[in-house]
């Protein structure tokens, strides 16, 4: 599986109503991919650092 299809498959699990963590986690052990590629451009990765 690509990452962009690993990280479409963490939205879709996300809009089901699986909180971000636990849809990275799931599609990670799913497809052997590392959790922290599964991040690397989602919003949570971007955003602003509080400060």
Known sequence: M????????????RSEGLGHADAVRRVAAAT????RRLYEGSERAEAPEPG
């Open 2 to 13: 690509s990452i962009d299809a690993a990280r479409a498959e963490v939205a879709r699990l």
């Open 32 to 35: 052997g991919l590392p959790r």
